[in-house]
């Protein structure tokens, strides 16, 4: 989170929206928002709202899987990600995580499996 400079924005019962800068740290070679960055950002994201869907200090959440489609790139300002609920079950979670510029134009979009697990 704080390599990345990510800062959660709005959480809600079936979303979660988070900020992230773009800026050198996060740019790849040709000097555009690596989409790495993209995907640190949207599973941040879909733990964070699995996490609170929780609300049990007796289970965690891992990622399970977690694919994107990269549509366009940014080189500054920042980026928005807003996660939303797809599927809240017992054993799995899916997100769908929508990234979008600040203009509102969307940069990637991923889906992200999580895996409830109990703490050992």
């Not at 000097?31 to 640190?40: E, K």
Request: hydrophobic fraction near 40%; charge should be neutral; aromatic fraction near 4%.
């Amino acid at each position: 989170m704080e390599t990345l400079n990510i800062q959660y924005t709005d959480i809600g019962e079936d979303y979660v929206v988070a900020e992230m800068p773009v800026t050198s740290a996060v740019h790849q070679p040709m000097g555009l928002l690596h989409g790495g960055a993209n995907m640190a950002l949207a599973e941040s994201v879909g733990s964070l709202g699995s996490f609170v869907l929780l609300n049990d200090p007796t289970i965690g959440v891992v990622g399970l899987e977690i694919n994107g489609n990269h549509i366009k790139s940014t080189k500054s300002g920042k980026v928005i990600a807003r996660g939303e609920l797809i599927h809240k079950g017992r054993s799995t979670h899916v997100w769908e995580i929508k990234i979008r510029n600040e203009a509102g134009e969307l940069l990637t979009i991923c889906r992200m499996t999580n895996m409830i697990i109990r703490k050992s």
